[in-house]
């Protein structure tokens, strides 16, 4: 099972949760639901795999970096 994606202009526009891993029957399933044509689809619509963003799991030390010298008043 995994999640896709369509995305139009790099912008997600739909995602679901198919059943397969196989990108052919993603395709398939997005291209039958716009009741469109395998060239006029991909003409328009680019079909990924949904990848999770990895969190941070390091050690964050937010006072790193920031400047140490104060306003003079």
Sequence with gaps: ???WE??????VVDKVDLKTNNYEEAHTFFRLRKNLDSESFNK???????????KHTGKVEWWKGEVTKL???
Excluded: A, H
């Design 6 to 11: 369509l995305l139009v202009n790099n912008e």
């Design 71 to 73: 306003d003079d008043f």
């Design 1 to 3: 099972m995994s999640m």
């Design 44 to 54: 328009l619509f680019l079909v990924q795999e949904y990848k999770k963003p990895k």
